[in-house]
């Protein structure tokens, strides 16, 4: 199947209004054999990263498609957002924070399209995070080792690059806590390696928190493997079998020892280690059962609040209707139009495909309302 691009850049942007300029700039100026296009996802950002992702969508160069979500839903939601979005043969995923040279682009599309990898992760010689993350990165690498079916020792880099075959499954995930890494490896197998450059943090300080890390842990330990039940079940087992060997040993001492003190603080110290253990099962399972009923209630991956694109010289802002995939996930109907939209015609060349069901108003002015315009 022809694509519009040989590639397309998703980039999350949360708080990202200084650096996402110079980002959009460097990769437009790649010259890429098929072209390339940028698709930007506003992640409920609190500064005036809509606004900049806004004009960059409108400005000359390389397409530029700004995904604007009706809210913040981590940068995992908002990557399956884009991935939605992309068209390209592969596409690659960064962040906004310039710690990825935009030059690294040109290296990890060319390793993956000439080696025929669904997916190439990238590796650093040296991590530009403060300690703590780099800690962090470690500890979840080494989890994912043992819960999740990736090669041991693979470093799990958001700056990575998937073919088209690949992305067009990821988005039909609709579960409300994605692990994009978690999802790949469900897929495929063919998976490859690239050293990469990283660099020192340009602006601010990094949007992860511990709480987000954390979260976004708990969404690889929890989504993608039974393992922690497995673990409970087997503390549980192993528990088990100490107290019987307890009971063996004071059955004992009774029989040989017939002045035996009672014991309370040992009986008090083994009922809490149990009540402890105990409690700790039941909060892994409780864990489970509330995803299990958040995604029976169709709690949102991500929605859509409009899709900016220029079209004709002009800004246009297509209003996603709700229910359909393009509003967002999970969606009521069948409506997938927007996923990689391509359609052959005559002589092969490509042309996007029919939009699916939205109102496109058109923006040319920054600030005015785009019903009132498209009313004009």
């Excluded at 700039?25 to 996802?41: F, K, N, Q, S, T």
């Excluded at 690949?166 to 469900?186: A, H, K, N």
């Amino acid at each position: 199947m022809k694509r519009p691009f040989a590639l397309s850049v998703v980039v999350p942007v949360y708080n990202g209004a200084t650096s996402i300029g110079e980002l959009v700039g460097a990769l437009r100026a790649l010259d890429l054999p098929g072209g390339l296009e940028v698709v930007l996802v506003n992640d409920g950002s609190a500064d005036d990263s809509f606004e900049v992702c806004r004009a960059l969508a409108a400005g000359p160069g390389a397409p530029v498609t700004l995904v604007d979500l009706s809210r913040n839903y981590g940068e995992h939601n908002a990557v399956m957002a884009g991935l939605a979005h992309a068209r390209g043969d592969y596409t690659i995923t960064m962040d906004d924070d310039l710690q990825n040279p935009p030059e690294e682009v040109r290296r990890l599309f060319e390793h993956a399209r000439d080696n025929g990898h669904d997916v190439v992760y990238t590796h650093y010689a040296t991590k530009e995070h403060a300690a703590w993350r780099n800690i962090g990165s470690r500890f979840t690498n080494w989890c994912a080792d043992r819960l999740i079916d990736k090669p041991r020792g693979l470093y799990l880099s958001s700056f990575r690059c998937i073919s088209a075959f690949l992305r067009e499954r990821l988005v039909s995930y609709d579960g409300p806590y994605p692990y994009v890494d978690g999802l790949i490896f469900q897929i495929t197998e063919n998976v490859g390696r690239l050293q990469v450059q990283h660099l020192p943090r340009a602006e601010g300080r990094s949007n992860y928190t511990l709480r987000r890390l954390f979260r976004l842990w708990l969404s690889m330990f929890l989504n993608f493997s039974v393992m922690p039940l497995r673990f409970a079940s087997i503390t549980g087992m192993v528990i088990a079998g100490l107290g019987l060997l307890g009971l063996v040993v004071v059955l004992l001492e009774a029989l040989l020892k017939r002045d035996l003190p009672t014991g309370w603080a040992s009986l008090m110290s083994t009922v809490a280690l149990l009540a402890g253990v105990q409690l700790m099962i039941l909060g892994v399972m409780g864990e489970y059962l509330g995803r299990m009923f958040l995604t029976a209630n169709r709690k949102p991956q991500y929605l859509v609040r409009r899709v900016y694109v220029r079209e004709a010289d002009a800004l246009v802002a297509h209003e996603p209707a709700a229910g359909t995939a393009a509003a967002g996930r999970p969606y009521a109907g069948v409506d997938r139009a927007h996923v990689s939209p391509v359609e052959e015609v005559a002589g092969g060349a490509p042309t996007a495909a029919p939009a699916p069901s939205w109102q496109a108003a058109v923006i040319d002015e920054p600030g005015r309302d785009a019903r009132a315009r498209a009313a004009e």
